[in-house]
């Protein structure tokens, strides 16, 4: 596709997500009219890290690592993200009175189900997530009046890369999938058929997902 643009950036570097999104913004075609105008309407935070230690031997820096990627990264991403947004809705109400709405904004992060249970050697990260899912009620209630929903989804391990790389041992993917009711792994396309149910909406601008990825 030829409308798809990329904006390489440090998630946890608040400088560098400023960056990339005043690039954005600053590429976003003029509209001819407001109904074409491109709108910062929808962000899915999909950046993750995970490594495996036993709780008592987890090095203070893995767990920094965990907490400023899988929480301060969205964080960043999302406050970027709302600024632009409100801006924009601001703008379009501004040049037309008679224009349609801005489309409702939305929020998705990807959490996982180390947020609501205790995975053996995965304390950071499970403390990570579940402060994913604090972050993501704060920013529901505070900017869903403003027109913006925040959402998580957490799957179980996806049969990715990086759930190959932590789970793709024999040994360890069976004694897994025994725990599993449907005994498999959930695929990635599962995975975001629920963030676009999140993010299904009506809308007459043209949105622009924006997608956080740590570099």
Known sequence: MDNIHTYACDITSPEEVQSAFDSLLHQTPSPTSPTEKEFPSILINTAGYVSLSNMEHTPPAETLKHLTTNILGPMLCSQAFARSY??????????SSTSSPPPPGRIVSISSQAAH?????????????AGLLGLTRSMASE?????????????????????????????????FLESIPTGKFALPEEVADAVVFLCQVSISFESRVLMGVFF
Do not use: M
């Open 86 to 95: 409100f801006a924009a809705s601001q703008s379009a109400q501004a040049q």
């Open 117 to 129: 249970a205790a995975l053996h050697r995965h304390g950071a990260y499970c403390a990570s997530k």
């Open 143 to 175: 900017w869903g009046g403003r027109g913006i929903t925040a959402n998580t989804v957490s799957p179980t391990v996806a049969w990715t890369e990086l759930g190959k790389k932590a789970w793709g041992e024999d040994t360890v993917r069976r004694a």
